[in-house]
């Protein structure tokens, strides 16, 4: 695993613990569950990553930054 990958999924598992309370000993499932989530938005961006400019939307780009949007203002 490289180490970008490392430190996404490190600051994923650690949003994870804190929005769960930070409860004990649950280290391991947090790091699976922050894993499969920066494994499936990696996979959502490489098509169009593929694709090059052409193959790259407004739609695509604003609908992730809208969905940020929403999430911060709960």
Do not use: C, V, Y
């Not at 490289?2 to 649950?26: T, V, Y």
């Not at 169009?48 to 193959?55: D, H, I, L, Q, V």
């Amino acid at each position: 695993m490289d180490a970008n990958k490392e430190e996404l999924i490190r600051q994923r598992a650690r949003e994870i613990w804190e929005r769960e309370g930070q409860p004990e000993g649950r280290a391991p499932e947090h790091w699976e569950q922050a894993a499969q989530e920066i494994d499936a938005e990696i996979a959502f961006a490489k098509p169009s990553a593929e694709a090059g400019t052409k193959g790259k939307s407004a739609k695509a780009g604003g609908a992730g930054t809208a969905g940020r949007a929403r999430k911060s203002a709960k």
